[in-house]
């Protein structure tokens, strides 16, 4: 699978957009792009996955690039209970072998 | 709640000693993924079973194993434990295997391990 790479920690400040990227530059075609987050020490929570066109939910937006080398992550209106470690994982289709990395530590400040 | 129970909460035991942790997938779930999260480690996939079978082995030690039951629940056993085991355990499940790409995983509230 290929490797991602998130900077380790982003400030934003309530009501703003939250926009987290990710790089994957080994990417393949049949590769998904995920987006987790872990709230202290509860379980990690699915956010949102996407191929390559962008996708939207009720919780956030996935931007992938043309080149599907990177992708980033839009909380439209981050709260402060969005504090959380963002995890972007890059998965092969047919494989739910997931490898977190580090991840992004995201800080909401009021 | 994601719909996935662990059991215990909290695990306090000696070293060289033998636990089993517990996770029941949400309801019609064949998947159970088990994952351990350590300070210095970060969260590391240790196992997936499909529908009783074995389907994925990630960083498992020889002395820790698993298992899923016929009615999807699964075990978790380690033995022999050492100071460095003590960790949070979490339980993931999904609908599938990993077929279509869908690999939302549902994580329970985990299991924290202390060994001392």
Request: net charge negative.
């Given at each position: 699978?290929?490797?991602?790479?998130?900077?380790?920690?982003?400030?934003?400040?309530?009501?703003?957009?939250?926009?987290?990227?990710?790089?994957?530059?080994?990417?393949?075609?049949?590769?998904?792009?995920?987006?987790?987050?872990?709230?202290?020490?509860?379980?990690?929570?699915?956010?949102?996955?996407?191929?390559?066109?962008?996708?939207?939910?009720?919780?956030?937006?996935?931007?992938i690039t043309e080149d599907r080398k990177s992708s980033t992550l839009?909380?439209?209106?981050?709260?402060?209970?969005?504090?959380?470690?963002?995890?972007?994982?890059?998965?092969?289709?047919?494989?739910?072998?997931?490898?977190?990395?580090?991840?992004?530590?995201?800080?909401?400040?009021? | 709640?994601?719909?996935?129970?662990?059991?215990?909460?909290?695990?306090?035991?000696?070293?060289?000693?033998?636990?089993?942790?517990?996770?029941?997938?949400?309801?019609?779930?064949?998947?159970?993924?088990?994952?351990?999260?350590?300070?210095?480690?970060?969260?590391?996939?240790?196992?997936?079973?499909?529908?009783?079978?074995?389907?994925?082995k990630g960083n498992i030690l020889e002395r820790f194993s698993a298992?899923?039951?016929?009615?999807?629940?699964?075990?978790?056993?380690?033995?022999?434990?050492?100071?460095?085991?003590?960790?949070?355990?979490?339980?993931?499940?999904?609908?599938?295997?990993?077929?279509?790409?869908?690999?939302?995983?549902?994580?329970?509230?985990?299991?924290?391990?202390?060994?001392?």
């Amino acid at each position: 699978d290929a490797k991602t790479t998130q900077p380790p920690s982003m400030d934003c400040a309530e009501g703003r957009a939250a926009n987290l990227p990710c790089n994957h530059s080994t990417i393949s075609g049949n590769e998904y792009v995920y987006w987790y987050r872990q709230i202290h020490s509860q379980g990690p929570q699915y956010i949102i996955h996407g191929l390559k066109n962008n996708e939207t939910n009720e919780m956030a937006s996935l931007i992938i690039t043309e080149d599907r080398k990177s992708s980033t992550l839009i909380l439209p209106h981050a709260t402060l209970r969005d504090t959380a470690v963002y995890y972007c994982i890059v998965l092969m289709y047919n494989n739910n072998d997931m490898r977190f990395g580090a991840g992004t530590r995201l800080t909401v400040k009021p | 709640d994601s719909g996935v129970t662990q059991t215990p909460k909290h695990l306090i035991t000696a070293t060289g000693q033998r636990v089993t942790l517990r996770c029941s997938p949400r309801s019609g779930d064949l998947s159970v993924y088990w994952y351990q999260q350590s300070l210095d480690q970060g969260l590391q996939f240790l196992i997936q079973y499909y529908n009783g079978e074995e389907r994925a082995k990630g960083n498992i030690l020889e002395r820790f194993s698993a298992q899923q039951f016929p009615d999807l629940h699964s075990e978790l056993n380690l033995s022999s434990l050492e100071l460095g085991d003590s960790a949070l355990y979490f339980c993931a499940s999904s609908v599938d295997g990993g077929a279509s790409g869908r690999g939302e995983q549902f994580f329970g509230p985990g299991t924290r391990l202390t060994v001392l």
